[in-house]
């Protein structure tokens, strides 16, 4: 079995030379083992793997907890 060609999470261009693939990060799955996430060689730096809206949300939550006072 041909394993499926890679895509680059930074251009979302296809991979087609092996040797320019890096796996950059492994994102878990819901129901099951997830996936490698990869890039071009000369992407892998600019890869973000923070959702910046994830970070956002996660920002505002922290901010109200500090500000709330103690009870």
């Given at each position: 079995m041909t394993?499926?060609?890679h895509?680059?999470?930074h251009?979302?261009?296809r991979i087609t030379?092996?040797?320019d693939a890096v796996a950059v990060a492994h994102e878990a799955g819901n129901s099951g083992p997830g996936?490698?996430?990869w890039a071009h060689r000369e992407h892998a730096d600019l890869v973000e793997l923070i959702d910046p809206d994830l970070l956002r949300i996660?920002?505002?939550i922290w901010?109200?907890?500090v500000q709330q006072?103690?009870?």
């Open positions: 394993e499926p060609p895509v680059c999470r251009c979302d261009e030379d092996p040797d996936w490698t996430v996660m920002l505002r901010s109200a907890k006072p103690e009870t």
